[in-house]
């Protein structure tokens, strides 16, 4: 982790945690590749944020619905930069519908973007610091979902278990290489995704959860950096669970 010019990739940058997590990263010196999916102007906005702090910014487009093709986007980036150091793979999808009414094809296309696609990524990210010979971090963006299920969610919570069990697997073959791996999973972050404004984050406003209130971004991406720094050296394979405390209610989940 040495180079001077370190690069982190972080996918779905665009916008909510992953934009927090590229300025976090580009504020400790990375240069930073940023992918979008359907908002390129909040990529070029996401973009011209973290030159303004100094940091070189590439931007391109991963659909990772189309896959194997959609990931060489990653290929492509890391061409660009000539290295990589960093890799949070923070895209995803998600649909709810009751367990008995889900069809086949939409439980395979949350899998295809939560599972295959950040597979993908992270084997291209990691083929490339195996070579590079300098280890390297690979952060999968979960949800508190990793753990407890998310109800008429079948397939969003069997995705980011299945996400959480790729992490470790992942940590223990990359670990001989000095490539660390681990998994955040948020509980309720004030994002475009989840319909919610930070300036909404109010305590009191969600009373089920014990700290009452929803997540910043911020409160995720220092995370993030911490994992991708160098005082983070001992820690691979561990899944951290950032909620408000959800875990220790779950209040979606009543006993029937």
Request: with cysteine; hydrophobic share 40%; proline share 4%.
């Amino acid at each position: 982790m040495g180079s001077k010019n370190k690069v982190a990739i972080v996918t779905a940058s665009d916008s909510g945690i992953g934009k927090q997590c590229a300025l976090v990263l580009a504020k400790q010196g990375f240069d930073i590749g940023i992918t979008w999916h359907s908002d390129e102007e909040g990529a070029k906005k996401a973009a011209s944020e973290v030159e303004a702090l100094g940091r070189r910014a590439e931007i391109i487009q991963l659909d990772l619905g189309h896959l194997p093709e959609g990931a060489e986007a990653i290929s492509t980036l890391i061409e660009r930069f000539g290295r990589l150091d960093v890799l949070v793979n923070n895209a995803g999808a998600m649909s709810k519908a009751p367990f008995l009414e889900v069809e086949f094809k939409d439980w395979r296309s949350i899998f295809t973007v939560d599972v295959d696609g950040a597979f993908l990524c992270s084997q291209i990210a990691a083929r490339k610091m195996v070579e590079q010979g300098e280890g390297g971090r690979i952060v999968n963006i979960t949800s508190v979902h990793e753990h407890t299920p998310l109800p008429e969610a079948s397939a969003y919570t069997a995705a980011k278990h299945a996400l959480g069990g790729l992490t470790k697997s992942m940590a223990v073959e990359l670990v001989d290489h000095h490539i660390l791996v681990n998994s955040v999973a948020p509980g309720a972050i004030a994002t475009p995704m989840n319909n919610m404004e930070e300036d909404e984050v109010q305590e009191g406003s969600m009373p089920n959860i014990p700290l009452t209130r929803a997540g910043k971004t911020q409160e995720i991406a220092s995370l993030v950096g911490w994992l991708c720094s160098a005082d983070a050296t001992y820690t691979t394979g561990q899944s951290f669970i950032v909620d408000g405390g959800f875990m220790l209610s779950n209040p979606q989940v009543k006993a029937q």
